[in-house]
């Protein structure tokens, strides 16, 4: 029972990415009505938004396909092993029309608030156009990269040539030719769209203020006669995401780094820089992320690889970060990416020494210099995990504000529920280890977990759901422990909870599980096992 007009739903999802997908297929299969919201006009949300130029995979593409359907596996035959973005949103399409999951899907419906209402334990959902809809089970799918920051520097509206964030790239193709380009940010998007905008532009000035450690994505195009044999390894491919930290192909080389020979040493790294993907990064000595002696013999290896890559020694400096090691922030992966820089027509700006003042009619003004430009794009990234969830009303248990209580600190168990929120699921939220993770695999185990869970309490009839607070604080605390021992947390980037764009959020904050998946699934597993002990259900 309900006491307002909204058509009443089982479940109600927010977002139609790959996490809202599948969520919505899973309950649909357990025979529940269910509704998504989605804030575009088509699925796929990650790979809907980011249409920018390069945008493309940085997980095998057959490790990062859905797992759960046999027949989708050997219908859809990848190009490349690191798909493109417009391959990517068709797959995602595709899977849409395969099991007819748009009907259930409302388009076009950014949602402004989510309201518990304590009497009737039911959650009354809104979206900014004001349509509404009322479930019993409240599901967030809204990503952890989803909400885009621009940069705090004044003047961006005064700019008169195009600009975009990365994040809202137009759908129509975008001609670089004969424009002078901006492009600020250097993380994984600013690489991809620099290596690509530099081909065709006349001149592309890329404003840096913190450099990235970059390694080869060693793409390639996978042929027909690869596609038979491909197929037959899925079991094998997602065996081997299932056991690794983050779900990706590549385990690390369990041997630590200071008993391997200096020559040793660099045998495995050029052989790693050689690989697809992130061998590089999580394929290394188990120590490298760890031990800063050990994370030193692989940064000063690829140090010298931008040297030996990049022709002047000036600009070469400029672009080895000085603040972390290597892979203690994501790497982002690279094409020809540091090659562009020995072209003519790019100029790397270093705004850390010479900061951008102001965005002007014609350009970027940092205090040395106006730099004129015909097109200006902010790569410049997102208000990571939390900042999806403080642009919605979240209200639960007596009115209470979720942003106000995760502007406090932020407290969930197991990431995906939290105190006061009763029947709220936070697939891919704070705490969980989806954010770092070869993401959907981590999503498939978060939906599954949902869902078995949700099918316990219908089989048991109970209907609400919440965890006991000593658990969430237990949860917290041992995740607050197990990060500040990581190397992420001493550098600022969305995974230790840093963005210098949103106020609040320029200290770091624990909102990522850095346990590695395989112990997360066993926590969840362990937790369903024992009759969800840690949660109140009634
Ligand atoms: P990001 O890693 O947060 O990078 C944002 C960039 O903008 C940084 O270089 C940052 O500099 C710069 N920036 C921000 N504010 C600025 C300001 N006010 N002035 C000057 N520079 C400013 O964001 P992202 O590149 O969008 O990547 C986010 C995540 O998305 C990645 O880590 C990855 O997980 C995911 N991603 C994945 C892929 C893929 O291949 N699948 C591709 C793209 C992104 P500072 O470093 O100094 O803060």
């Known amino acids: 029972m309900s006491n307002n007009s909204a058509e009443q739903f089982d479940a109600v999802i927010i977002g139609a990415g790959i996490s809202g997908l599948y969520q919505l297929l899973k309950l649909r299969q357990q025979g529940m009505k269910v509704k998504v919201f989605e804030t575009g006009d088509g699925v796929g949300g990650t790979w809907y938004w980011n249409r920018y130029p390069g945008a493309r995979f940085d997980s095998e593409s057959y490790s990062y396909a859905y797992s759960f359907s046999e027949e989708l596996l ?4 990848w190009g490349e092993h690191f798909a493109g973005q417009p391959e990517t949103l068709r797959y995602l399409n595709h899977v849409a029309d395969k099991f ?7 388009f076009n419906s950014k949602i402004k608030s989510a309201i518990y209402n304590d009497t009737t334990g039911r959650w009354l959902v809104e979206a900014e ?3 509404q809809a009322d479930g019993q089970f409240l599901i967030t799918a809204i990503g952890p990269l989803s909400a885009f920051t621009m940069p705090n520097i004044p003047g961006i509206d005064d700019f008169k040539g195009e600009s975009w964030h990365t994040a809202r790239w137009p759908h129509e193709p975008i001609s670089f030719e004969g424009k002078r380009i901006g492009v600020i940010g250097t993380g994984a998007t600013g690489v991809q769209t620099i290596q690509e905008v530099a081909k065709t532009a006349k001149h592309l000035t890329v404003f840096q203020r913190r450099p990235n450690w970059c390694a080869p994505l060693n793409n390639g195009k996978i042929t027909a006669a690869e596609q038979p044999d491909l197929k037959k390894r899925y079991p094998e491919i997602f065996k081997t995401c299932l056991e690794t930290t983050g779900c990706f192909l590549h385990a690390p080389t369990m041997t630590s780094a200071h008993d391997a020979t200096p020559e040793e040493r660099e045998a495995l790294y050029e052989k790693l820089y050689a690989e697809r993907g992130f061998g590089i990064w999580v394929g290394a000595y188990y120590d490298t992320l760890m031990d800063e002696t050990a994370n030193q013999y692989l940064t000063d290896f690829i140090a010298n690889k931008i040297r030996g890559r990049v022709k002047d020694p000036e600009t070469a400096k400029n672009l080895i970060p000085v603040d972390h090691g290597f892979g203690t922030r994501r790497v982002p992966l ?3 990416y540091y090659e562009v820089y020995n072209q003519d027509n790019v100029r790397l700006v270093n705004v850390k020494d010479d900061p951008i003042e102001t965005i002007t009619a014609k350009g970027v003004k940092t205090i ?3 730099h004129e430009l015909d097109m200006l794009f902010y790569a410049t990234g997102f208000d990571g995990i939390t900042g999806a969830f403080d642009r919605i009303d979240i209200r639960g248990v007596n009115g209470v504000k979720l942003k106000d209580k995760w502007d406090e600190e932020v407290k969930t168990y197991l990431g995906m529920q939290i105190v006061g929120f009763p029947n709220m699921f936070t697939l891919v939220g704070p705490q969980n280890t989806a954010t770092l993770c070869n993401i ?5 185990q978060n939906v599954e977990w949902v869902s078995d869970t949700i099918q316990y309490m219908r089989d048991n ?3 609400k759901i919440e965890p006991k607070d000593q658990f969430q604080e237990k949860w917290t605390k041992e995740l607050i ?14 995974i230790s909870g840093q963005n210098s764009n949103v106020a609040g959020k320029d200290k770091p904050r624990y909102i990522v599980y850095m346990g590695g998946a395989p112990m997360y699934r066993e926590v969840c597993d362990q937790e369903a096992n024992s009759g969800y002990e840690g949660f109140n259900l009634a």
Not at 100 to 106: G, P
């Open 440 to 444: 959907p695999r981590c999503i498939e």
């Open 334 to 336: 690279e094409t020809k």
């Open 129 to 131: 156009d004001g349509s």
């Open 481 to 494: 422990e197990m990060a500040s021992m990581s190397m992420f947390m001493k550098v600022p980037s969305w």
């Open 461 to 463: 009839k109970l209907n």
């Open 368 to 370: 040395a210099e106006e």
């Open 100 to 106: 007819d999951l748009r009907k259930d899907i409302q």
């Open 74 to 77: 050997d219908e859809w035959d």
